[in-house]
């Protein structure tokens, strides 16, 4: 069973800032089935970075993706104050097929 | 407008039934593998089910597995998750997602139906 662990829990920063979010997997993970996801309260999951490192339509760049192997991050630069959410690493085509971190949250400072 | 709205959620007892629908429009159905992902109250994401494009492959978690069965009908735009033997652990928003890029992803959600397991 691949298990995603997120670092930090809870990220306390200010607009303007920079956030750095981490997913390690217990195993390998293909980096063409690695995804973030943003949440905010009563909303859905919205996609942010597939494939380790593409945006999803409509993301701004501020928000990349890099990482490889079991190491896996995500940047947003310069946060604005709709940035402040729940953000969610997913791995695919392990065991289960798809499995999610335990989430980062984003606050404000 | 890629739009998928859930429906059929409500409160039932333990050991009860339910199914779930998802209705999407703005996009062809039947040419997306499609998913079922839940997440508890104040909790984090964790998927459920997933159905290839034609319905020949079908995955379920382990937690669901032998009492969830996800369906779909391409003539109707519609995907089902038939969820049987209802445990208080099930109860959370369930959320039906597109699949993208060869499936490694969701990248359309609907809402959410709250479903609660509840005596």
């Known amino acids: 069973e691949i298990v995603l662990t997120q670092s930090p829990g809870t990220l306390s920063l200010s607009p303007g800032e920079r956030a750095t979010l981490s997913c390690r997997a217990s195993?390998?993970?293909?980096?063409?089935?690695f995804a973030w996801y943003q949440q905010k309260p009563g909303q859905p999951p919205r996609l942010l970075i597939y494939?380790?490192?593409n945006r999803a339509t409509g993301i701004p760049d501020r928000f990349s993706g890099s990482g490889a192997g079991t190491d896996f991050t995500l940047t947003i630069t310069r946060l604005e104050p709709e940035d402040f959410a729940v953000y969610y690493c997913?791995?695919?085509?392990?065991?289960?097929?798809?499995?999610f971190g335990q989430g980062t949250i984003l606050e404000i400072k | 407008e890629v739009q998928l709205v859930e429906s059929g959620g409500g409160q039932v007892k333990p050991g009860g039934s339910l199914r779930l629908s998802c209705t999407v429009s703005g996009f062809t159905f039947s040419s997306y593998s499609m998913n079922w992902v839940r997440q508890a109250p104040g909790k984090g994401l964790e998927w459920v089910a997933s159905m290839s494009i034609s319905g020949d492959f079908i995955w379920h978690a382990d937690s669901v597995k032998g009492r969830f069965t996800i369906s779909r009908d391409n003539s109707k735009s519609l995907l089902y998750l038939q969820m049987n033997s209802l445990r208080a652990e099930d109860t959370a928003v369930y959320y039906c997602?597109?699949?993208?890029?060869?499936?490694?992803?969701?990248?359309?959600w609907g809402q959410g139906t709250l479903v609660t397991v509840s005596s």
């Open positions: 997913q791995q695919y085509g392990g065991s289960p097929l798809y499995s």
């Open positions: 195993q390998s993970v293909s980096s063409n089935s």
């Open positions: 494939g380790t490192s």
């Open positions: 997602a597109r699949g993208r890029y060869s499936g490694t992803t969701s990248d359309y």
